[in-house]
Every structure is written in structure tokens, then in C-alpha cells.
């Protein structure tokens, strides 16, 4: 089969080239990949550090060509979403049946492709969160993939959604979004009403300020960590004084949470086939492509996700 590997001495450290074709478990699927997505992690980190010659790839849509041996998941013939650690970025892929959700028929496959990842972290981490009807959410770092996605799912819940943008130009996009109030500094997020939960996409000074506008019981979920700094409380930051009492930070990846992770898929491939959820898809081409599209998502010239269609 055709593969983009991982080779560092071709432009965006990949190269279009042949493989073997993958030979699924007994609890996978075999699919034909007909579209991928990207996702920052990816080129920022998997792509520039991987081992040469593998297939890298989270997320990607296509059909069961070979169901799954022990019975477990679709039959042959069904469209699906999926995510793993490796292999997604082929003509071929094994997949785990507890990581496959199902597509409705019809449904632009490029589209559901950027779902696992993006929208399956922002949906987990809203509920970590707990229940959101009639609370306060921020979402920092609202203006990429995993934001714009968990703006829809917050408003959806019932919560009042602030985000947080660093380009105030974005702001009546992502009030299209969900968003009812959109802040663009740290000075704003330490003038804002107390929120019951964050979602933290930026990491660094984002994050600390963040915390601090938690309110008693409230609970952030770090699930990104773009501005690749450390985070430095100040001294009195984390005093349960009884103002701001029992405030939590949890860590968050959505590969090692995949117990339920199908059908989790599957609902959000229903909701964006029937238009209630938006990918908020700004660039797609195909995988010969593929360098140049990375390196738009590494300048940040991608306003939303990146898809890459297999052909």
C-alpha cells in the first residue's frame, strides 16, 4: 500500500512511498483510509522527532474493508471514524474496534476525519468538568481545532461559554461558535465573573491565569499546551482560603482514555452529518500535499482543522 512515512531528509520530514500492508489483530478492523486530519501535536512533535520509516497518523475516516476477527465492531462495508497512536496517515489501516465509531451513510468522510482527537478531547474534558447546564466555561486557546470544538459542545450543554482568543478579530466567529463573551488578554481573564470549569488549551501564564478565575469546586482540564512554557503559580495561588476552596487541575490525553471512546465517536459523526456540529475545516488538499498543509498548522496560518484527502 501507499504510506506517508516518516523520512528526515524529505521536505516536512515525510515522504509518499510503499509499505506492507498492515495485518490487523483479532480485535481489529482493517480500513481504507479515504481522508485524515491533522493535529498540532502531530507536526509540531510526533513528525520532526519520529522514528524514520513508520506511519504516523491519530485520526482518520474511511470504510471496513476486513472486519475483526473475534467479532467486535463494524461489519465490511461501513464507514467509520477512527484514532490510534500510529498508522493513520495511509491507504490501510489497522484499527481497534473500541476506537472505531460508526459514520451515518453518505457523510463527507473528510470532515468526520478531524472528530477523534479534536472533538473527542474537547467533549471528555467537559466532562470532567461535570455537569456545565446553566454554568460558567472558558475555553482558552477558543480559536483552534480543540476550541472551536469545545465552544459547540459547551453551548450545546446548556453552559454560558467564555473564550479566550489571543486575535480579537475572531471574535464574531466564535460567537457563531457558542462563545457569549470572548476575552483576548490576561488581564481580562483575572477581570472575569468566577467559571465552574475550564478547558486549558495554552498551558504557561494562560493556564495559571485560568486557575485563578475558578470558582469554589471548580475544576480545570490542562488538555493543551501550545505556548510551550512552564507554569509558575504565585505564592498564595493554590490556598484553599474559603473564597476559592477545593479547586482542581486535571491533566488530560485522550488516547490513554479510550474505554467508551466508539461510541463517543459515533454520536459526534451523527451530529456533524446532520449539521449540528461544525469542523470548522480551513484547509483541505490532498496527501501529496501533505508538507505544506503541516506547515501551515505549525505557522498557525490554519484558522480551524487541516484535512487530507487519500488519493
Known amino acids: 500500500?501507499?504510506?506517508?512515512?516518516?523520512?528526515?531528509?524529505?521536505?516536512?520530514?515525510?515522504?509518499?512511498?510503499?509499505?506492507?500492508?498492515?495485518?490487523?489483530?483479532?480485535h481489529q478492523a482493517l480500513v481504507q483510509v479515504r481522508s485524515f486530519s491533522l493535529n498540532a501535536g502531530e507536526v509540531h512533535h510526533v513528525v520532526p522527532e519520529g522514528e524514520a520509516g513508520t506511519v504516523p497518523?491519530?485520526?482518520?475516516?474511511?470504510?471496513?474493508?476486513?472486519?475483526?476477527?473475534?467479532g467486535s465492531g463494524p461489519v465490511a462495508g461501513t464507514p467509520v471514524v477512527t484514532v490510534g497512536?500510529?498508522?493513520a496517515w495511509a491507504e490501510l489501516r489497522a484499527v481497534d474496534t473500541d476506537l472505531t465509531g460508526t459514520v451515518p451513510e453518505g457523510a463527507d468522510l473528510g470532515p468526520i476525519s478531524t472528530l477523534p482527537v479534536a472533538a473527542g478531547t474537547a467533549l471528555r474534558a467537559l466532562r470532567r468538568i461535570g455537569p456545565i447546564l446553566g454554568r460558567r466555561v472558558l475555553v482558552t486557546g477558543a480559536g483552534?481545532?480543540?476550541?472551536?470544538f469545545a465552544l459547540q459542545l459547551a453551548a450545546r450543554g446548556g453552559a454560558h461559554v467564555t473564550a479566550v482568543t489571543s486575535d480579537p478579530a475572531k471574535a464574531d466567529e466564535l460567537r457563531a461558535l457558542g462563545a457569549h463573551e470572548i476575552v483576548s488578554d490576561l488581564a481580562g481573564l483575572?477581570?472575569?465573573?468566577?467559571?465552574?470549569?475550564?478547558?486549558?488549551?495554552?498551558?504557561?501564564?494562560?493556564l495559571v491565569a485560568a486557575h485563578g478565575a475558578l470558582a469554589d469546586h471548580g475544576v480545570?482540564?490542562?488538555?493543551?499546551?501550545?505556548?510551550?512554557?512552564?507554569?509558575?503559580?504565585?505564592?498564595?495561588?493554590?490556598?484553599?482560603?474559603?473564597?476559592?476552596?477545593?479547586?482542581?487541575?486535571?491533566?488530560?490525553?485522550?488516547?490513554?482514555d479510550a474505554v467508551g471512546l466508539a461510541?463517543?465517536?459515533?454520536?459526534l459523526a451523527a451530529l456533524t452529518a446532520r449539521g449540528d456540529l461544525d469542523p470548522q475545516v480551513a484547509l483541505r488538499t490532498d496527501w501529496t500535499q501533505v508538507a505544506g498543509a503541516a506547515a501551515d498548522l505549525v505557522g498557525r496560518r490554519v484558522p480551524g482543522k487541516a484535512v487530507i484527502d487519500v488519493r
Do not use: C
Open 263 to 267: 461510541a463517543d465517536l459515533t454520536w
Open 57 to 70: 497518523g491519530w485520526d482518520a475516516a474511511g470504510v471496513v474493508v476486513q472486519a475483526a476477527a473475534d
Open 144 to 148: 483552534g481545532g480543540v476550541g472551536r
Open 85 to 87: 497512536a500510529e498508522g
Open 220 to 256: 480545570l482540564v490542562a488538555a493543551g499546551h501550545i505556548a510551550g512554557e512552564a507554569e509558575q503559580f504565585p505564592y498564595g495561588a493554590l490556598f484553599g482560603d474559603g473564597r476559592r476552596h477545593n479547586r482542581q487541575i486535571a491533566t488530560y490525553f485522550l488516547l490513554e
Open 190 to 206: 483575572a477581570a472575569l465573573e468566577p467559571v465552574h470549569g475550564v478547558v486549558e488549551l495554552v498551558g504557561g501564564s494562560h
Open 1 to 26: 500500500m501507499k504510506a506517508l512515512t516518516i523520512d528526515h531528509s524529505a521536505p516536512g520530514h515525510l515522504a509518499l512511498t510503499t509499505v506492507a500492508d498492515p495485518e490487523p489483530a483479532a
